[in-house]
């Protein structure tokens, strides 16, 4: 662990840790064309430290599902999603048995004339068991794979104290089969966009990290590592547009997804600056509602600098 010492805003000496396995990981993310900062690299840290889930909230396209890839990548792992949705069970997100194959056997042992009564036990085993996602991650050989289970929030209360118990453990019975345990205990990255409130339970089961909107230098950064070949300077008009876009009330606000699809479109058009031809082309690939899409086009003197609004300066 190192120390760097910088002049304080009060006057005064100021130390900042540089712990190398936060800086290790920061970099890894950057590699891999994410850019993390230093509050979600040590999140990230003491997830892996501590070994406990990391929630994660923040609004939709700032990169939460993302974030779980790239972690999976830098771990050198398997990843395994989960995506929630509303009445989402523990049987659907486990195991189900595989009913057509065990009926086929059923049929064949019958049409050869054999001996049916073992075959009720022949017909639950793990041949025609079908494993999720969340038994998928409790069977899966070292390395421990990075589970991630995606929009925790529109799942149901129900799913939710299950899950809760599931992280707490990571084991669960079969009846045919037994209680099969986690070999290694999986990474996990919950997400969550706040369509509803969790539970204090399951936060209290996790480390917690907000995503927020970036900066727009940040966001330019962004852009930059994952469009190595997109020009800084349109890097930085894109992020700086967004930020002013962001600040419509706009019904879905588009996120750092929405501007590298920006970007690649405005490439794949011939684009090399923002005016208001360049964003009236390809808008498609930044607001996804109609009344939005007709707002931006209205507020585009504004939200355009001076003189690229297709106006005269």
């Given at each position: 662990m190192?120390?760097?010492?910088?002049?304080?805003?009060?006057?005064?000496?100021?130390?900042?840790?540089i712990h190398p396995q936060i800086e290790a990981i920061a970099?890894?993310?950057?590699?891999?064309?994410?850019?993390?900062d230093r509050a979600l690299?040590?999140?990230?840290?003491?997830?892996?430290?501590?070994?406990?889930?990391?929630?994660?909230?923040?609004?939709?396209?700032?990169?939460k599902t993302e974030l779980a890839k790239v972690l999976a990548q830098h771990l050198n792992t398997r990843l395994i999603r989960l995506q929630c949705y509303e009445g989402?069970?523990?049987?659907?997100?486990?195991?189900?048995?595989?009913?057509?194959?065990q009926l086929l056997r059923i049929r064949l042992a019958e049409a050869a004339k054999g001996d049916l009564g073992g075959l009720a036990h022949d017909l639950f085993t793990r041949e025609f068991l079908l494993e999720r996602p969340l038994l998928q991650a409790i069977t899966a050989p070292a390395p421990a794979p990075v589970l991630l289970i995606d929009?925790?929030?529109?799942?149901?209360?129900?799913?939710?104290?299950?899950?809760?118990?599931?992280?707490?453990?990571?084991?669960?019975?079969?009846?045919?089969?037994?209680?099969?345990?986690?070999?290694?205990k999986p990474k996990v990255v919950l997400t969550s966009n706040r369509t509803r409130e969790l539970s204090d339970a399951l936060r209290r089961r996790c480390l917690y990290h907000w995503i927020?909107?970036?900066?727009?230098?940040?966001?330019?950064?962004?852009?930059?590592?994952?469009?190595?070949?997109?020009d800084g300077h349109l890097a930085g008009e894109i992020a700086r547009f967004m930020q002013?876009?962001?600040?419509?009330?706009?019904?879905?606000?588009?996120?750092?997804a929405e501007s590298v699809d920006w970007a690649q479109a405005l490439l794949a058009l011939g684009h090399q600056g923002l005016d208001a031809e360049a964003c009236r082309e390809s808008f498609s690939a930044v607001l996804k509602d109609r009344e939005d899409l007709a707002l931006a086009v209205a507020e585009l003197p504004s939200l355009?600098?001076?003189?690229e609004d297709g106006h005269p300066a």
């Open positions: 190192l120390r760097s010492w910088h002049p304080g805003t009060t006057g005064r000496t100021e130390w900042t840790i970099t890894a993310l950057r590699q891999e064309g994410y850019v993390a690299a040590t999140a990230l840290h003491l997830m892996i430290a501590l070994d406990q889930p990391l929630l994660v909230e923040g609004p939709a396209g700032v990169g989402l069970d523990a049987a659907a997100a486990l195991y189900e048995w595989d009913y057509p194959r929009e925790v929030d529109r799942a149901d209360e129900e799913f939710e104290a299950f899950l809760l118990e599931l992280l707490g453990e990571f084991q669960v019975t079969v009846p045919e089969l037994g209680t099969l345990r986690a070999a290694a927020d909107y970036p900066d727009p230098d940040r966001e330019a950064e962004i852009l930059r590592a994952r469009l190595p070949h997109l002013r876009l962001r600040q419509l009330p706009l019904g879905r606000a588009p996120g750092v355009l600098p001076s003189g």
